[in-house]
């Protein structure tokens, strides 16, 4: 049998995010009788893909972190390329790219991937610095161009060369089969975690500033003055964890916000609530929003959260300058109404992971061959 294309995906942080989550989708779901990926990832992940990568056919490679030594993390790539001989670099890493497509590139790959999976936020001054001087040189080093949305991709790459169809949207896909509404499911979670008639108000993302955790709290704690039937499910974990849990207590809410940590069952956590709501302050196109409204859950973005985002009837956006006690405000209002009829909706927008696994194969094998 004819090997299959190999494809090294660069992801380096692996701590449940969103980023690594729509990469692993695609590889569940990719033929991978033609298209195989394998992995660069950071030596100190809490979490390790390694089995599920090596019983799918991959191959996972540990490198030193680029924010431990940036030159030992890039000769730890290049020497897993050109040991291995990678024809295809995919790097998931937005801006910090330029340090992995830099390796690629001298490394002799000759098919570079930058995919851009974010934004930027003014609240991030020391971040956002080092984001604007990596930009240019993630570009400089790449031959093809991804993104996650047009936001994603305007940022990263100006609304000029978005217009011209050099850059690929490469949609943050789902099983929707697999996130779709299970009523006998919540029911039994529901049960098993003590609720009863509440109102559950949901929250899936890492524990870390883009997120706004501490916004969210605020609302909570407005929201449930006006209802005290009202429950905060808090799913992930993170930097910033400790810090929230501490902001609850002082709010005298602890018996009312659960804090889940990490999870393997997300889909069926979804089902356990009555708004799924995203504060964030910026986003590229969160995985965890498709997600959330193929469960058909009335969702509540912040408008930093791109408008390509808005892929049912049941979500709506709200600035986050109007402050916690408008957002509370909304969410109580907010009716609870399962939208069970999402499938189609979000298919027709290009998020039904099988189609779109075979059109990112169909687009390796055609850059194996030489094609653009």
Not at 54 to 65: D, H, Q, S
Not at 135 to 141: D, I, K, M, Q, Y
Not at 205 to 213: A, C, L, Q, S
Not at 298 to 314: I, N
Request: glycine residues 8%; positive net charge; charged residues 25%.
């Amino acid at each position: 049998m004819k090997e299959p294309i190999r494809v090294l995906q660069i992801i380096g942080i692996v701590a449940g995010g969103g980023v690594e989550a729509v990469i692993m989708n695609y590889y569940e779901h990719i033929d991978r009788t033609k298209v195989q990926f394998d992995f660069i990832v950071h030596n100190d992940n809490k979490i390790d893909i390694t089995p599920k990568v090596e019983a799918l056919g991959g191959r996972v490679y540990k490198v030193t972190p680029y924010y431990k030594n940036p030159i030992a993390f890039m000769w730890d790539i290049y020497k897993v390329i050109k040991r291995h001989h990678y024809r295809i670099v995919h790097s998931n890493m937005n801006t910090l790219s330029a340090f992995s497509l830099f390796a690629a590139w001298a490394a002799g790959a000759p098919v570079r991937i930058l995919h851009n999976h974010s934004t930027s936020s003014p609240g991030e001054t020391k971040r956002n610095i080092m984001k604007f001087m990596l930009r240019p040189f993630a570009r400089l080093f790449a031959t093809h161009y991804f993104a996650c949305s047009r936001l994603a991709g305007e940022w990263m790459y100006g609304r000029k060369m978005m217009d011209s169809g050099k850059v690929t949207i490469i949609n943050n896909a789902i099983d929707l089969g697999k996130y779709a509404f299970n009523s006998h499911r919540r029911k039994i979670l529901r049960k098993e975690m003590g609720l009863t008639d509440e109102f559950v108000i949901g929250h899936v993302g890492r524990f870390v500033f883009p997120k706004n955790h501490e916004f969210l709290i605020d609302v909570f704690a407005k929201a449930y003055k006006k209802n005290p039937h009202m429950v905060l499910l808090l799913i992930g974990d993170g930097p910033l964890r400790s810090a929230m849990e501490e902001k609850v207590k002082k709010l005298g809410l602890t018996d009312h916000v659960n804090f889940l940590g990490l999870r393997n069952d997300v889909q069926n956590l979804y089902n356990v609530m009555d708004i799924f709501v995203l504060p964030s302050h910026y986003e590229g196109l969160p995985v965890v929003g498709v997600e959330a409204q193929a469960n058909g859950l009335p969702c509540l973005f912040s408008t930093k959260v791109t408008k390509e985002t808005h892929l049912t009837h049941s979500t709506q956006f709200l600035d986050l300058s109007t402050g916690a006690s408008k957002w509370a405000e909304r969410i109580v209002s907010m009716k609870y109404e399962r939208n069970e009829e999402v499938g189609e909706e979000l298919r027709h927008a290009g998020f039904e992971i099988n189609k779109e696994a075979r059109n990112l194969a169909n687009f390796y094998t055609k850059l194996s061959t030489g094609g653009t």
